[in-house]
């Protein structure tokens, strides 16, 4: 017969197992819905789409000449603004 404190013990061990691949399967599921990997890519495909139709005019005072990505996660805008003077 089994006593009292095996069957506590045993508990505990599936409790343990059972939390650790709760928390295995939550940890790669937030992973896949939340982080995109492919974030790089994208940023450089939507640079590439603007700089296609670059230079374009944005308001009597600007135009945007192009797009770059710095990193993977830092896109950067390239404007003129045209009515303003360098001492300015």
Request: cysteine-free; proline content about 1%.
């Given at each position: 017969?089994k006593t009292?404190?095996?069957?506590?013990t045993?508990q505990k061990?599936?409790?343990?197992?059972?939390f650790?691949?709760?928390?295995?399967v939550?940890?790669?599921?937030?992973?896949?819905?939340?982080?995109?990997?492919?974030?790089?890519?994208?940023l450089k495909?939507?640079?590439?789409?603007l700089?296609e139709?670059?230079?374009?005019?944005?308001?009597?005072?600007t135009?945007?000449?192009?797009?770059?990505t710095v990193?993977?996660?830092i896109?950067?805008?390239?404007?003129?603004?045209l009515?303003?003077?360098?001492a300015k």
């Open positions: 017969m009292e404190e095996q069957t506590t045993k061990v599936i409790k343990g197992i059972t650790g691949v709760s928390f295995i939550a940890y790669f599921a937030v992973q896949y819905l939340f982080f995109d990997a492919n974030l790089e890519d994208k495909d939507a640079a590439q789409e700089n139709i670059s230079p374009q005019q944005i308001d009597q005072d135009r945007l000449d192009s797009a770059s990193s993977d996660k896109f950067k805008y390239h404007y003129t603004l009515n303003l003077e360098k």
